[in-house]
Each structure stands twice: as C-alpha cells, then as structure tokens.
C-alpha cells in the first residue's frame, strides 16, 4: 500500500491510474470466433477439451443433474439464496416504468415504451469460487423484463460438472437450458449460433481477460453485452467519523478479489488512514485468499487530502466500481458524486451486501466505465422504443414543419410524404 | 423492387436480408487512431487536408461565424427548428424519472438516481444534406439531461465553412463549442482529446462507414458509443385500408437516404402490392435524388403475405429502423411488435414526420439492432448508478445471508466484512 499524503491536482491521473493490463488477445479470439463460427459443435468440443481438459458427449446439463445439484447444496445457503433473491426482486421489479405518452402538438401523440430483448445468453465463470450469485443479479432482472430465452453458459470441471450452487440458483431462477461451455468458444457460440448453442441478443456476465475480449469481438457481429469490464475496484471515503476496522475490512474483501484488484483509501483524516493501514495488516493474516490480496495491496493506495470538495472531485475523476462513503458530510457527498457504479453509505453498510443480497445489483461499471456506463439494472433487459400517431389535425399542424425542413436538408422525397398528404386533406374540403 | 408471393417462413431470412458491406475499414482507422493519439492537432490538421482538402489555422467555430451563419438562415426555416425544437423538448422532457426508493429489508435502503455523462460529443456529417436535424434530435436531450460538456465536430467544406443551418441548431441548442473537423480524425480527437479537442465519454451521431468504423474503435478505448449503426431502413405494413399513394411517398422518402437504404412492403392485399408500386414508379419520376433512390430501390422487396398474424413474426425477425403501421388492426400489431426502432402509426403519420418535427427521436437503431438496441432518448444520455445505506438493524437483518453466501463463494474477507460489524454489534450489548 502506497501512502500520499496531500497530492496537488495535477498529480492526481498518475496517483489514480489502474494498474494496465498488457497482453494482447485479439488473435486468439479471432481464430476461436472464425473456427465456431465456420465448424459449430465440433470446434465447441475442441476448445473445451483443449481449456476445460474434458470432452462431454452432450454439453446440455440434464434433468438428472439439476436434481442432484439440487440434493447438494446446504438448506442454509439455501435460505441465504432465497432471501437475497426476495430482495433482489423486489430492488429491480421497482424500476419498472409506465409507457410514457404525450401530445407534443394537438393531433400529434408519441410514446415511448420498453420491450423485452428477446434472447439472452448468461455467462459465468468457472474456478475456485463459483459465482451463483451473479446467476442471481442477471437472471431475476432478466425474468422481470421479460425476456423470451435465457439461458447460461458456464465451462465444465475436469470431471464435466458444475458446482450445484451454480446449477441450484439457475434452476431455481427458472433458466431452462444451462450449457457446459466455457471461455472464449462459449461467447462464439452464443454470437453465431451452433447446433447446440443458441444465437442470442445480449451477453451479460462478468470472466477472465479471455472472456472480457470475446465479449467485445461478440459487438462486432450485432451482439450486444452489458458493459466493456476491467478488475474489480473499491474508493473509500472515510473522514474521522469511520471505523477503521470497518474500513480496513472492506478494503480487503475488494482485494481478495485478484490480483489486479485495486482498492483505494481517501480520507480526511491522518489518525484514520494510520488506524486503516494498521487494521488491513492485522486482518490480512487471517485471510485464507491472503496471497492474492497482499498481492492486490501493492497496487493499492491511501490517500490523506485536505477537504471533502477536493475528495469529491477526486473520485468523481476516477469514476470507481464501487464507493464507501463513512462520512458526516454524506449528504453533500450523495449529491455531488456523479462517477461511481454503486454507493455505500454509512459505517454498516460494506460493501459486500451489495455484492450478495441487499437487493441492488452487484456487475457494475469497473475501469473508469462509470462515467460513460450504467451498471446492470432492469432496463439493461430491455430497449425502448418510439411510437407515433398522427391525425389529419396534426399533419396539418406539424406539415408545414417538416416540408420546411426536409426541403433545407435536401430531402425532397421526405417533403413529399407530407405534401402527398396535406393535398389529399385540401382536395377532400 | 423485387415482388415476393406469400414466401415459406424457411425463405424469410434470405428475402430479409439486408445488403451487405463488405468493405474492410480497420486498417485505415487503426492507422489514423494511432497517429492523432501520438500526434494530436498535427494529425488532425494532416487529414483534415486530405479527406477535405482544406487547411484550417483554427477548427474552433468563432462567434463571427455563428452571427453569420444566424444572419444566412431564412425566417421560416428558423420558424420550423423552433417548432420541431419544441416537440422534441416537450417529448423527451417527459422522459425525465424520478430517484426509485426500496427499502428491500428493514433497515436496508436501497436506491438508483440517474446522473449525467459529464462529457458528450456530436457528429453531424457534411456532404450535400446538412443534417442540422439531428443537431436538434442529440443536443436537446443532452441538455434536458443535463450534460455538462456538449461539444460538436462536423467536417468544413474546401473552403473551410460549416452549413450556415447547423451552426444556426447548435447555437440555438447551447453548443458552446463547434469543431471544424470531421471523419475517422474527429472520432479519433473525441476519443484521445487534442490541444483542440476535448476528450469526451460518449459519441453520438451519425456518418458514413468510416465514421461508423471509428466509433466501434472508440469502444475499444474506453469511449461509449450511441449505438452500432448501418444504413437507414423502412418497413411499411398494410392492408387494404392503407393509401397506396402515401405508402409510395414513405418508401420513397427512405430510399432516397442513400443507395444502399433499403425499403420492405409486407402487406396481405394484392391490390394493395400492385398499387404501390406503380405509384412508386409515378413519384419517383419527379425526385431530385432519384438516381440514388432508385439504387436503392434495387434491394427491396413488395412482400405479399398470408395474415397479419404472419407479418408479426417476419417483422420482428426483420427488427426494422423504421415501421409504419397502416392496419385497421393497429391495436394488435402495436402490441405484438417486439423489434423495431420507431413505430409509425396510421395513414397521416409519414415516417418523415419523426425525422423531423414529431417529437421522438430519430437517432435509431438499423441493421437489425432493434432486436437488442434502443434508440437514442433521454437515458442515452444518463447512466444509471445505485446507492444502499444499512442501518444497524439492518446489517442484522441480512448479516448472516451475506456471510453464508460469501463463504460458500470462498470469499472469506467478503465475510468478514460483515462479521466484525456483526461482532462489533453484538459486544456493544
């Protein structure tokens, strides 16, 4: 952990930068993506034997599966799944909004309504850790918007199974096809389609630097993904009314995350960013992901800056993935933060209840995104689409408008679809 | 215009398909990106020379050249963008939401607040139609969202001027700033900034391939986009009680947008289908541009089709930009419309009524990204950040949900984030 005490401005974008990531995949995700594309199943079977070290005569998880996973999974992480569900449900289904109709000019009404996208495809990663609670955060907002087909991808282990948890959440959020498939080849197929991957519309779901790649390259055949994705990130703010213990916990659970993790502390106060520093080395020995967090730690920072303006501006320039504010000015801080994915305000709220079971969603814009992107929430299922009406009033209300402009444009066949109109309306009086 | 008799829904993707593109345009974006990003205005200014054949000793629009522009453009025209301006504001305005407050768990709150890209940048085309329209169609939401920073880039002429009509909307929108430069160099300034151009977060506007092209490479550098974009396209659905003379209008009026537009009748009268295309031939006779409509015209299709019912399914497979509704059975088609940009509804509403005056907007999605795009409307220009605060009764109310799911993610210092709260609780008492 690096300490800064006082930056002047201009050393901020230094002090602020995530740390890069150099390598380079475009190449082998274009050659994955053109072999999927031209030999389906069979280049499918190829990568998962290659990545997965396993080769599966049916990549469908079957009935039988599902009921054993079911069996598996303990009746506490059970209730634990069902009430972060409730609350998740009840978080996205309240950002359901009305049509939207207005008549902008007498005769003329618009509106503007949201529609479901229709196919779906979920991805979730594999590994150490299975992230049955993004299944949660993706599929229950997906089932409110409405969406037609969902269903989810996720790479095998070496035995060809799927940690039940994952099995158990995506059955219990009503998804019917669950794919063993994962990495690059399991974007490709969602993109184009193979015998027994289903083309969708929208990728969601976070991965590995691989996964990250494909899901950009998916943007150039028409597929659209929840976000543009980087390291997981944490900015506390803290001024002296914080517990530092409580800091210095939530610091950590961002950094045991991986490795490129970064996590950053900005305070007002130099007895709290001593405390901080002091409580994150005492917790850090206890961590069973101990190595990875030191290793996240390196990169990370703790800044001592002198008023709550200049914090403001500061995390409003590095647009975090995640802001704790333990603060007694939140108030002002609410407002005036612009840049953030998700907000965490006050001493008992870590950051970890957003991430399982509070109700909010936790993929989020990392890499600076939240400036320029939403995190995940229930329009991201959907897409709004324009209506319009117009009577015989309103063409003879606004006619005269558009002929006006159409014709300055030099769009004379645009001019003609009202001209053709307001002479039909003229020759019937 | 190629006539198709009640097709089998196995040809539907074949007849639907749209022309494609084969041009391959990374090359020259990369090479262009990489020059700006290393040498800034010096490389703007070489391209600038050479796509548009003009050398500029300052980009920036002066206010001189605004007054003159202001001076240049005719009263009624003025007239016309203030009305058009009007119904835009009035239509978009309405699409303003309010802060969503839950308290998902008692003690826990949760919200989402919509907040302003800080940053916008706009493109409008040069070329023979100045586009001032979409000048209105981009600024007035951005500024109805509250965007802080809305800049401008639009190519100069060979003598160095911008079209007097879209400095005149600029202006008249609050654009302070207004960049003489155009093409895959103004994309690239947008993305890394220059001496003369800022850096924004999100791109907007339309443009011809290349401009397309630079806007996906923007992507790649962290900076969003409005949405992919491909040439402009119309369906028209009608039975009987359709106009065949205002159908001929709309699609003429799409197919003079460029050669590569392309223009779709599905209808269930025969008559109807005859009737279309000879008024098409009759209109077309007299268009200034109708040597591109024409060509365009090449690649589209009268379709003649069994049901409405049938319809449906082929026009949300479609997922058309545009889509005119001229149907006594309006009501139906309306809801079971899932793909498609903007909606056009009845025989007085040309679809030209919304590229200009209506109200909604006309930056929409083609190409078949209606399927899992919206079209630009207030939220384009926001993003959507959450916020929770838990109290102590809270944390304990969700506490043990959190702990059990971090644990059984392996995720222990998530965990303990909420243990030593927990704990911290407990000894309180």
Chains 1, 2 share one sequence.
């Not at 998804?175 to 993109?191: E, P, Y």
């Amino acid at each position: 952990m690096k300490k800064i005490i006082y930056p002047a401005e201009n050393e901020w974008q230094e002090i602020l930068k995530r740390p890069a990531s150099f390598s380079d995949m475009e190449g082998i995700v274009k050659e994955i993506f053109k072999e999927v594309k031209l030999k389906g199943d069979t280049a499918i079977a190829k990568y998962t034997s290659f990545f997965d070290g396993v080769s599966l005569p049916d990549i469908t998880v079957s009935p039988e599966e599902i009921n054993e996973a079911v069996g598996l999974v303990p009746e506490d992480l059970k209730k634990a799944i069902a009430q972060a569900k409730k609350n998740i449900e009840t978080f996205h289904s309240a950002q359901k909004t009305e049509k939207i109709v207005v008549e902008t000019t007498e005769g003329v009404t618009c509106w503007l309504e949201k529609k479901p996208i229709q196919k779906i495809g979920l991805y979730i990663p594999g590994g150490t850790a299975p992230l049955f609670s993004t299944i949660l955060m993706l599929a229950v907002p997906a089932t409110l918007a409405g969406c037609k087909e969902i269903m989810l991808c996720t790479p095998p282990d070496m035995s060809g199974k799927i940690d039940p948890a994952i099995l158990y959440a995506a059955n219990l959020c009503g998804i019917s096809r669950m794919l063993k498939v994962g990495g690059i080849q399991a974007i490709a197929g969602m993109t184009f389609g193979t015998a027994s991957i289903p083309k969708v519309y929208k990728i969601f779901g976070p991965g590995n630097q691989f996964v990250m790649a494909a899901k950009q390259m998916a943007t150039q055949f028409g597929i659209a993904i929840d976000m543009p994705a980087g390291p997981s990130e944490l900015l506390v703010f803290a001024d002296s009314s914080a517990n530092p213990k409580f800091v210095a916990a939530d610091l950590l659970s961002q950094a045991e995350h991986g490795q490129d993790s970064q996590v950053v502390l900005i305070t007002t106060s130099a007895r709290i960013l001593e405390e901080v520093k002091k409580e994150i080395i005492l917790q850090l020995a206890a961590l069973p992901r101990k190595k990875i967090a030191e290793k996240a730690l390196e990169n990370s920072k703790l800044i001592l800056i002198g008023s709550t303006q200049e914090a403001i501006a500061m995390i409003n320039e590095y647009a975090p993935e995640h802001l704790n504010i333990c603060s007694t000015e939140e108030e002002y801080l609410i407002d005036a933060i612009i840049n953030a994915g998700s907000v965490f305000i006050g001493n008992y709220t870590p950051e970890s209840a957003g991430d399982y079971a509070s109700g909010t969603n936790h993929t989020l814009p990392t890499n600076g995104y939240a400036r320029n992107y939403s995190g995940v929430h229930l329009d991201s299922f959907l897409k709004s689409m324009t209506f319009q009406k117009i009577t015989e009033k309103g063409i003879r209300n606004i006619g005269k408008t558009i002929e006006i402009m159409a014709e300055a444009e030099g769009l004379q066949a645009h001019k003609n679809a009202v001209s053709i109109r307001l002479k039909s309306l003229a020759d019937e009086n």
